[in-house]
């Protein structure tokens, strides 16, 4: 059976949660014997080599669009290469292109597998023109898509009280990462093992990393920053703590052994992140060990659960920093005990695989009775 997966800026993983999870559902579904493409966008044509034994398909976007625009573009000839290509299911990361699905028929609509992600009209960087537009195209997608998936209960509860429709709950997985230090990656961003604070996030107003920023600040600790750089955000924060040298922006780190690196060396780690599901950042940094202090809300909660701390306010924050950075070794051998239960028992990618499976049958056979 052929599997598309469409909707992520393609594999291998250099942008965020969605690559990911393309990067690990599509070992996971060659493991049992699919076929994966993972389609992403270029601005030439491009013939990709395969990645790990999963196809690339390169979907050619004009470089002179403006960001919007190309995501709108993509979006649309990644559904018309789906009605060309035809395979059997796709799997759709994020509910924007639905946009579009009225216009394709139900023989295709009906193949495709969309993970909404968190609640993506609720991010404080969108105005209140994309709020309306992604608002619709989570509307379009309940209704025209053959499965819905939400990667939290929060989600699939959100789903069912707003549309009155029953999506699947499937979390993303952590990443099984091999557990080594490598000091090399300390010493390039000059920070030593314990000694400093650790977020990872798309540097996003939701992701609350000026609040994380202002806290460390307060508290007298280093706080090492992952994530790009490049959005209108991320650079009035560079230039508005630009004098603080305790303050350390990263940029974007997608090697999985320096990121595991800095889960292992920080004292504290801090999740800001405050819309969306199951985030396999917080999971990587459960399954690292790390001392966790998350934003309060359904999400992290779900994820989370007592296997850390949570914040709500800069002074929480604060408070859970400087609590948090003394903590006996019985108390953190304590909570990775918890959130390695929590992971074994609810957030593997052979668990998570075999969900997917199941629902691939699932749809498949819908289709068959068309």
């Known amino acids: 059976m052929k599997i598309a997966i469409i909707g992520t800026k393609g594999i291998p ?34 013939n990709f080599e395969p990645f790990r034994g999963v196809h690339r398909l390169g979907v050619r976007v004009p470089s002179f669009l403006p960001s919007n625009i190309s995501r709108v573009f993509y979006n649309l ?45 609720k991010r404080a960087k969108w105005g209140a023109f994309a709020r309306l537009l992604l608002k619709l195209t989570e509307r379009l997608a309940v209704k025209y898509s053959g499965a819905l998936i939400a990667d939290s209960v929060a989600i699939k509860n959100y789903v069912s009280r707003t549309y009155q429709k029953q999506a699947n709950f ?78 350390i922006f990263a940029n974007s780190i997608y090697n999985y052994r320096q990121l595991t690196a800095l889960r292992l060396a920080c004292n504290v780690y801090v999740h800001g992140h405050s819309v969306g599901g199951t985030n ?40 859970q920093i400087e609590r948090a950075w003394d903590s006996p070794k019985s108390v953190r051998a304590n909570l990775q005990r918890v959130n390695n239960d929590r992971i074994a028992s609810s957030y593997t990618w052979d668990a998570v695989t075999k969900k997917y499976v199941d629902l691939i049958a699932g749809v498949a056979e819908n289709l068959s009775k068309l």
């Open 13 to 46: 993983n250099c942008y965020g949660g969605f690559e990911a999870f393309a990067e690990h559902l599509s070992q996971g579904l060659l493991l049992q014997g699919f076929s994966v493409v993972v389609y992403q966008p270029v601005a030439s044509n491009t």
């Open 170 to 247: 499937i979390p993303y997985g952590a990443s099984d990462l091999e557990l080594k230090p490598d000091h090399q990656i300390l010493a390039a961003l000059g920070v030593e093992q314990q000694d400093f604070v650790l977020l990872i996030a798309r540097v996003e107003p939701e992701n609350n990393v000026e609040m994380a920023i202002i806290s460390a600040i307060n508290a007298c600790k280093t706080l090492v920053i992952v994530g790009a750089l490049t959005t209108p955000y991320a650079k009035k924060l560079t230039k508005r703590y630009a004098h603080c040298s305790t303050i």
């Open 77 to 121: 000839y990644s559904l018309r290469l789906v009605r060309q290509t035809m395979p059997d299911v796709a799997i759709c990361c994020g509910h924007s292109p639905a946009l579009f699905f009225p216009f394709f028929s139900k023989a295709i609509t009906q193949k495709i597998i969309v993970n909404l992600d968190g609640l993506e009209w």
């Open 280 to 319: 396999p950042s917080l999971l990587d940094a459960m399954d690292a060990g790390c001392l966790i202090i998350a934003n309060d809300n359904e999400f992290n909660r779900e994820t989370l659960a007592n296997g850390g701390f949570y914040f709500s306010s800069v002074e929480t924050l604060q408070n």
